[in-house]
């Protein structure tokens, strides 16, 4: 086990809960490759940097590697990803694609443009997955995610889902993993800022015009006239989200 040396409070807090997690719920083991979807967001750049502390903590060796797919608004985005990767000796499986531009065009007549983007870019990430034999795909969703992803689910398709921390793919060739869905979206921007992380803006034009998006605003709106009901619902989701994939948590 190596020092990592002092952390701020949020910085401690997102290693310590997202530790927490792997530890409970066995998400990497000796020897595992595991792949980052690095966006360019807060999340995903807090989760390459935790899990890089968490190669340094932990009693056995595990491999991490970025993968960044720009989605095509702005081919240059991701410009600080690769030098911020080589100086702290990631690799990188960095591409172009069109996923963006072509769910926003007329040629999508049947889903949503977020949709058909995230398809896209799921089936993309799992193919690079295979191509670099890795073991893990690790996504950046966190608690607020797990929250929204419930109320989507229930107010848009009827069903009671939230979002699972750890699930097999392809008879188990691939584990996907979600390793701060403990913690809170203010936590992770503290922490990101602390980690002075090169963090850049979502181009997608429906951003802030999605159906998450608008759950969001509602969400937003009805903890914040009780600060008691955030720490309920957030709370609650959490373990009933854990007690699903292990007992109780």
């Given at each position: 086990m190596t020092r990592i040396g002092k952390l701020a409070f949020a910085q401690k807090k997102c290693l310590g809960q997202t530790g927490l997690l792997m530890q409970r719920l066995g998400m990497v083991w000796p020897g595992a490759r595991v792949g980052v979807a690095v966006s360019g967001g807060v999340d995903s750049w807090v989760l390459l940097q935790v899990l890089l502390l968490r190669q340094r903590i932990v009693p056995f060796p595990f491999e991490v590697m970025a993968v960044h797919l720009n989605p095509g608004f702005d081919p240059v985005s991701h410009a600080p990803l690769s030098p911020?990767?080589?100086?702290?000796?990631?690799?990188?499986?960095?591409?172009?694609?069109d996923f963006g531009p072509m769910a926003h065009s007329s040629a999508n007549r049947k889903n949503s443009a977020c949709f058909l983007c995230s398809w896209h870019r799921r089936k993309r990430l799992f193919e690079i997955c295979r191509q670099y034999n890795l073991t893990h795909l690790a996504l950046g969703h966190n608690a607020d995610d797990l929250v929204l992803t419930f109320f989507l689910?229930?107010?848009?398709?009827?069903?009671?889902?939230?979002?699972?921390?750890?699930?097999?793919?392809?008879?188990?060739?691939?584990?996907?993993?979600?390793?701060?869905?403990?913690?809170?979206?203010?936590?992770?921007?503290?922490?990101?800022?602390?980690?002075?992380?090169?963090?850049?803006?979502?181009?997608?034009?429906?951003?802030?015009?999605?159906?998450?998006?608008?759950?969001?605003?509602?969400?937003?709106?009805?903890?914040?006239?009780?600060?008691a009901m955030h720490g309920s619902v957030y709370g609650a989701l959490k373990r009933w989200q854990l007690d699903v994939m292990k007992g109780n948590f």
């Open positions: 911020w990767l080589q100086a702290h000796g990631v690799a990188l499986h960095a591409e172009q694609t689910n229930l107010f848009r398709n009827g069903r009671v889902e939230g979002m699972t921390p750890k699930e097999d793919y392809f008879k188990g060739e691939l584990t996907l993993i979600r390793p701060l869905l403990l913690v809170d979206k203010p936590m992770i921007r503290k922490a990101a800022k602390q980690w002075n992380l090169p963090v850049w803006s979502n181009p997608c034009p429906s951003a802030t015009q999605s159906e998450r998006a608008k759950t969001e605003i509602w969400l937003r709106k009805i903890v914040s006239e009780d600060p």
